[in-house]
């Protein structure tokens, strides 16, 4: 069985930073690629960015410049750093993975974390 565990999210003023972490456990063989996704009320749940085992990163524009992901893959842990944050940037992250376990790559998600951000 595999989990992933986010932290990291809270109450932030608009221009301030928060950094999110992700780690999976469990019954894993591999990870191929890890994310992060937000989903804000009443929408739905969108790309923020993702990032390959060999360090590739993908990000949505509203995220570009201003969000870095990272991740260890001793830890099997994925990061998001947030860096002048916006009100419209208020969501639940949630954590995305590619897992190999016995068998062949499952997607799991994580329970997800609230950011807001104020105005």
């Known amino acids: 069985q595999v989990q992933l565990v986010e932290s990291g999210g809270g109450l932030v003023q608009a221009g301030g930073s928060l950094r999110l972490s992700c780690a999976a456990s469990?019954?894993?063989?591999?990870?191929?690629?890890m994310g992060w996704y937000q989903q804000a009320p009443g929408k739905q749940r969108e790309l923020v960015a993702t990032?390959?085992?060999?360090?590739?990163?993908n990000y949505a524009d509203s995220g570009e410049g201003r969000f870095t992901i990272s991740r260890d893959n001793v830890k099997n842990t994925v990061y998001l750093q947030m860096n002048s944050l916006k009100p419209e940037d208020t969501a639940v992250y949630f954590c995305?993975?590619?897992?190999?376990?016995?068998?062949?790559?499952?997607?799991?998600w994580g329970q997800g974390t609230q950011v807001t951000v104020s105005s």
């Open positions: 995305h993975a590619h897992i190999q376990t016995r068998g062949s790559f499952s997607k799991y």
């Open positions: 469990g019954s894993i063989f591999s990870i191929d690629v």
């Open positions: 990032i390959t085992s060999g360090g590739s990163t």
